[in-house]
């Protein structure tokens, strides 16, 4: 909550409010929250690029067709060695020759079809797996994005509702002064009792200021997290008037922790780690493919190769060819090794989990259970120095009771009121930390 308003209270620089405000509920803001939100389009692009990667693994079952063209120059040409019998020589002598041309112009076309690859094979689980643990990304940055975008909207509203009632202190306050310089003119009053007026009447309006430049920071920071021009202003609109009156919907609320966006995504994690592992433990097996290669060879004695009386040389191979892993320096046992690792980290994670959800529960729902105790007993608190400091300003009127007990009964109020909606907040709060516990936080649109 303290970053927030910090960064609100930076970003706030006028404490003029707009001429014109368009409310917005909070099922509002969240859907323009969740329309502009950079982190869940990230999430959505990492979503379709995952897709792709997918889309790359399959090329491999489909048959690789490669074409070449190479051109060759020898300026000397290869010495080969053949047997110098035919040729009337002695026995055991052989005559050095020369074969070829200097120049060689070649094309080749090659084709090859895996058709037995196991740890290919399995590794074709892994692709759903992959898609599930991105679609549970993405659900996880549009919970973050819902609690983030709730919290700045309570906090404004409670922010205002503080505003309101300093607004309400100070007119009190402002009768009240008005009233004691009157009776200073008639020589009922001393000029202190106006000046400590004077200074609580201060003090509150260097509280309204603040309140009007932490509530600008808010809803600047609110209009970033929707997406909308700074100039298009909006006040979030919610109804105040018993800020609990949901709360036994809320207080209903169970844990299921196999049912949490963490929860299903560490499962998946989890298999993912294991089948990676058993594709890698199968790479020691042969695999088998087949080959079709056909090439066409032309020699000249110079670069001329498009002379219309060269002649083309040409063959073709067809074949299966097995591949045998024997050692590969290492690299599948230090791979395997760093897989059953991660493993091991998954367990230590999924063993942490169900506690630490159930920590985060208990401490939500007491959280929740603490402000509620907290709401009824300020709500009580107000209307009581309400009615003390509507009672004090009669008797003050009166002269029965001094202004020091006045001006001390209105400072409880404020103090009182300030409490009240702190306590609405934490409620508030409570609610949010319950509902993303749960991952129930979708329920809020």
């Not at 706030?12 to 509920?25: D, E, F, K, V, Y």
């Not at 909070?26 to 869940?40: C, I, M, R, T």
């Not at 844990?255 to 780690?273: C, G, I, K, S, Y």
């Not at 994670?349 to 929740?368: I, M």
Request: with cysteine; glycine share 6%; hydrophobic share 40%.
């Amino acid at each position: 909550m303290f970053p927030i308003l910090l960064w609100s209270v930076f970003i706030g620089t006028t404490n003029a409010q707009p001429a014109t405000l368009r409310p917005i509920t909070l099922g509002e803001s969240l859907h323009l929250a969740l329309d502009n939100s950079a982190q869940l389009h990230k999430a959505q692009l990492d979503r379709q690029g995952i897709e792709k990667r997918l889309q790359e693994g399959r090329s491999g079952a489909f048959p690789q067709v490669n074409f070449g063209v190479g051109i060759d120059y020898l300026p000397v040409l290869p010495t080969q060695l053949i047997p110098g019998e035919p040729f009337g020589m002695a026995d055991n002598t052989y005559l050095p020759v020369q074969f070829g041309r200097p120049w060689q112009l070649t094309g080749s076309l090659s084709v090859q079809q895996q058709l037995f690859n196991e740890s290919a094979r399995r590794m074709i689980p892994a692709a759903n797996v992959s898609r599930s643990i991105y679609d549970l990304l993405i659900t996880r940055s549009e919970e973050d994005v819902i609690f983030t975008t709730a919290t700045v909207f309570y906090q404004t509203l409670q922010t205002e509702q503080l505003l309101r009632a300093l607004n309400a202190n100070l007119d009190k306050l402002d009768a009240l002064q008005r009233m004691a310089k009157l009776q200073l003119a008639n020589g009922y009053a001393i000029p202190t009792d106006v000046k400590r007026i004077q200074v609580a009447h201060t003090n509150l309006e260097t509280q309204r200021q603040n309140l009007y430049t932490a509530i600008s920071g808010l809803r600047q920071t609110l209009q970033f997290l929707c997406g909308v021009s700074y100039d298009d202003a909006f006040d979030p609109i919610e109804e105040m008037a018993a800020p609990a009156a949901d709360s036994a919907r809320w207080q209903g609320l169970t844990l299921a922790a196999e049912a949490t966006t963490e929860f299903r995504l560490l499962l998946h994690q989890v298999e993912l780690n294991r089948i990676q592992l058993s594709s890698l433990r199968a790479e020691r097996l042969p695999n088998f493919s087949a080959y079709a290669s056909a090439f066409t060879q032309t020699f000249r004695p110079d670069a001329n190769f498009f002379d219309s009386e060269r002649r083309w040389y040409g063959a073709v191979a067809l074949g299966l060819k097995m591949n045998v892993p024997i050692f590969d320096g290492f690299r599948r046992l230090h791979k395997s090794d760093f897989l059953a690792i991660e493993g091991q980290k998954l367990a230590e994670d999924r063993r942490q989990l169900g506690s630490a959800k159930e920590l985060e529960f208990r401490q939500a729902h007491d959280q929740l259970q603490n402000a509620l105790r907290g709401l009824r007993t300020q709500t009580d608190n107000v209307g009581l120095a309400r009615e003390i400091s509507d009672k004090l300003m009669l008797q003050y009127k009166e002269g029965v009771v001094s202004l020091t007990d006045l001006l001390n009964a209105q400072t409880a109020l404020s103090e009182a009121e300030t409490n009240y909606w702190q306590q609405v907040f934490s409620y508030k709060l409570a609610v949010l930390k319950l509902l993303k516990t749960t991952g129930k936080l979708h329920e809020l649109k």
